[in-house]
């Protein structure tokens, strides 16, 4: 079936939202700690992670303007301090909560039933159930005019995850630790690694690595 | 293990991209189709698809200064106009065989075996064999200053899949049609759904939808 663009404009505007988020594609679930006023630990669930440069290591995140979770935003704006955190797939329900529109004082780290472990270096709080946790530091902010989204940059500055994960050639086998991925706004997901494939050259066809 | 930001700093050049961009998570793979200079067309896998917003719909695409792709982005500027095209977990091979550095007036479509098809809206081609094929229109250029890197903002234009992938709310499980996913430059997923959720509220833990 074919929808153009009147079809999309005609569609009720929660099932528009819904196919659009979906069709966006399954993507690695981010829970993102921060902290607040009154040191209130804070954390979020998103999908919109992506891979920016390796050198300096950084990643960026989207804020949409229609997202309750300002409050990641705004501590994050304010201490210039953050945390990415994996999940196992058997914490998808605590992780779907922390979705949940909580009260400003309220931890969803408390909330959901996951805990919040810091380090001397990043203010923020990471999830200690989390198998890969991920401390960042704000860069750069980026507003985007389309639609008021804003994309937020940050740089790694530290990397915590089972060594086992970690192949050679530095690849990281997410799907090892069975992390949890995610679809629109509430779909969850395992993932299942088919094979790794040599660097693609004209005239040859790839080998498969593992 | 933990790695800090000394010890990433440290690493060997290629071991640091391949970690950095393999953790970065699984996306949904994307070919992306141009159309260049003398119709030449044009097919490149890309794993920064985000969603910008639903009304109007709108994606977006990060370029990052070293890739090769810049065909692609060149293109797209040129003639604002682009198709997303999600494959089959056999494709695999085919998908990753775009990510090779083929001449200009080469066309990976022809290169790697699959077929470019055109309809009246759209100058750029879509990819046959695709189970998603989503035209889409240039909308806005963001220059991310802190390495360089590009966002490409574009609206949807039409959406052609299988309408028995769409549930009833709008929900579109692209796991039912086995659609590849992939992690950093050549590890490639496939994708089983675990659960859908109901809305997260506070003191309520949601129910499990499908």
């Keep these: 079936m074919k929808w153009n663009q009147d079809d999309l ?9 819904t196919f659009i ?7 690695t679930a981010v829970l993102v700690g921060t902290i607040g006023p009154d040191n209130i630990t804070n954390l979020a669930i998103f999908n919109s992670l992506i891979h920016i440069g390796a050198n300096p ?18 501590h994050i704006l304010k201490t ?14 605590k992780a779907h909560q922390t979705s949940a529109k909580y009260e ?5 780290f408390e909330k959901v039933g996951l805990t919040p472990i810091f380090d001397q270096v990043c203010p923020a709080p990471f999830v200690k159930e989390a198998p890969v946790k991920i ?17 937020l940059i940050g740089k790694i500055q530290s990397i915590e995850i089972d060594q086992t994960l970690v192949a050679q050639d530095g690849f990281v086998s997410l799907d090892k630790a069975e992390i949890l991925a995610c679809c629109g706004l509430d779909a969850y997901y395992r993932t299942e690694k ?3 494939l040599s660097y693609a050259k004209p005239e040859i066809w790839p080998t498969q690595l593992d």
């Design 21 to 27: 988020n979906s069709l966006a594609g399954i993507k």
């Design 135 to 151: 401390a960042m530091q704000f860069e750069e902010r980026v507003d985007i005019k389309s639609n008021g989204t804003i994309l």
């Design 194 to 196: 088919l094979m790794r």
């Design 80 to 93: 210039k301090s953050y945390t990415l955190n994996y999940m196992h797939i058997d914490d998808a329900v």
């Design 57 to 74: 290591p950084m990643y960026g995140l989207l804020f949409r303007p229609d997202t309750v979770r300002r409050d990641t935003l705004n």
């Design 104 to 108: 400003s004082h309220e931890s969803e």
């Design 9 to 17: 404009g005609e569609m009720n505007k929660r099932y528009r939202a």
